[in-house]
């Protein structure tokens, strides 16, 4: 006899409540003036009071990123400097468009205790 496949929900963690007398009625009537579920009104419950984090800001990620790579760049000695100059102009306009549309405190943020290589000016116009 071969198991059955389990259902998504009967994946999910689980966890034993005690409710105090009364309670049980209170969200039965709230789920149904909600159209759902006991169990779904109470992790909608959950979910006004306990919010899951707010994403990471992609931008201040994305600069964070770039200056690591930056980095990279610039300590990699098979790179040659010409090769190192054209990476850089690519990367300082990516950078060049994240700290305008960024607030300023968090670009500062993002580029603390970092300065532009000294061998190669980043934002050099050439």
Not at 19 to 25: A, E, F, H, S, T
Not at 49 to 55: D, E, F, L, T, V
Not at 99 to 113: D, F, H, Q, Y
Request: glycine share 4%; aromatic share 6%; no cysteine.
């Amino acid at each position: 006899m071969s198991e059955r496949e389990l259902y998504p929900s009967e994946k999910q963690e689980r966890f034993i409540v005690r409710l105090p007398d009364g309670m049980r009625g209170r969200i039965k009537v709230a789920a149904e003036a909600n159209n759902r579920s006991m169990n779904a009104e109470i992790v909608a419950t959950l979910e006004e009071k306990y919010p899951a984090p707010a994403p990471p800001d992609n931008d201040f990620h994305r600069l964070l990123v770039l200056r690591d790579m930056i980095d990279d760049v610039m300590s990699d000695r098979m790179i040659p400097d010409t090769k190192k100059r054209v990476h850089l102009k690519v990367a300082s306009g990516f950078m060049r468009k994240l700290i305008n549309r960024m607030p300023k405190e968090e670009s500062e943020r993002a580029l603390a205790g970092w300065s532009i290589p000294p061998k190669l000016d980043l934002f050099d116009e050439d």
